[in-house]
Each structure stands twice: as structure tokens, then as C-alpha cells.
């Protein structure tokens, strides 16, 4: 009997310990943030990218991003698939779509903060990100991405160890 109770104690620690470590349905592991924040960080330069781009200079801001994205085309593709994994684990009916919808509301976010903003206003301030994230290696981006920010909180928090 105490051989049955031990191993049912030692299967409930082991089966805590791997869901603590691949998350639960309701929070991110630290990968899954990291990814949220980056696919936040490419959506923010694709809508600085299309908002400059009546701007002067502002071909060359959407050239970069699209630069950018080719560059780092494996990191993004991760991020998605991380993301895809969370959604999945969660139980989300179709992880694309949740994806997809995420994308979405990412981009009118930045959009709408881009609105409450001059065009001018807007470019001047952010365009220069472009640049910066151009510049950045793989390393630096998730750097970036794995940085926590108060106003844009993501859609998940992230699991407690």
C-alpha cells in the first residue's frame, strides 16, 4: 500500500513539474512571451513601415522592413510556431486562426496608436526602429523581445515557477 501511495505522490510531483515547465493552458512559458513580444515588435515595424510610407524617405522605411523580415524570416517563423504550440496546448479550436487573430490585433494596436498621433509626428518618432532593428542580430532581437512592457501587456502572463 505505501509502495502504491509513493508512486502515485511521485507521479502527481513529475506530472506538476512538466506542466510548470511546458506551461498551462492559461499562461506562457518564457518562450511563448518572448515570441508574443516579438511578433509585437514585427507588427509594430510593418505599421510604421506602411504608415511612413507617403513620407519622404518613407519607400525606403517599408523597403527595410521588408528587409528585415527576410533577414530574420527563421526567428518570426519560430515565434509563430511557438505561439502555434501554446494555442494548441491551450485548446484553442484552430491555433492558425488564433494566430492570425493575434497578428491582427497586434497591428491595430499600433495602428491606433499611430492615429492618435500625426502622421508626421508618428514618423519622425518611430521610424528610426527600422533602422535600429536592421541593424540588430538574431540575439539582440530576442533580447528585445524577451523585455516586458507597461503599456503593452501581452495576451497571456507568464506561468509562475
Not at 494566430?99 to 496608436?113: K, M, V
Not at 540588430?136 to 503599456?151: F, G, P
Request: charged fraction near 20%; hydrophobic fraction near 35%.
Amino acid at each position: 500500500m505505501k509502495k502504491i501511495a509513493l508512486a502515485l505522490l511521485l507521479s502527481v510531483c513529475l506530472s506538476t513539474t512538466s506542466a510548470n515547465a511546458k506551461g498551462s493552458a492559461g499562461c506562457y512559458t518564457p518562450q511563448e512571451f518572448e515570441a508574443e513580444q516579438g511578433l509585437r515588435i514585427h507588427s509594430e515595424l510593418m505599421v510604421i513601415g506602411l504608415t511612413c510610407l507617403k513620407m519622404p524617405q518613407g519607400a525606403q522605411g517599408y523597403l527595410k522592413y521588408q528587409n528585415f523580415t527576410q533577414k530574420n524570416k527563421g526567428l518570426i517563423s519560430g515565434y509563430e510556431n511557438d505561439l502555434i504550440g501554446y494555442y494548441r496546448r491551450s485548446g484553442s479550436g484552430n491555433p492558425e486562426i488564433k494566430l492570425h487573430t493575434l497578428r491582427t490585433n497586434l497591428a491595430n494596436q499600433i495602428s491606433q496608436h499611430a492615429i492618435s498621433m500625426s502622421t508626421v509626428s508618428f514618423c519622425k518618432r518611430f521610424s528610426p526602429r527600422i533602422d535600429q532593428a536592421l541593424t540588430m542580430d538574431k540575439s539582440k532581437i530576442r533580447k528585445w523581445a524577451q523585455h516586458s512592457w507597461q503599456t503593452s501587456t501581452t495576451t497571456a502572463p507568464v506561468c509562475s515557477k
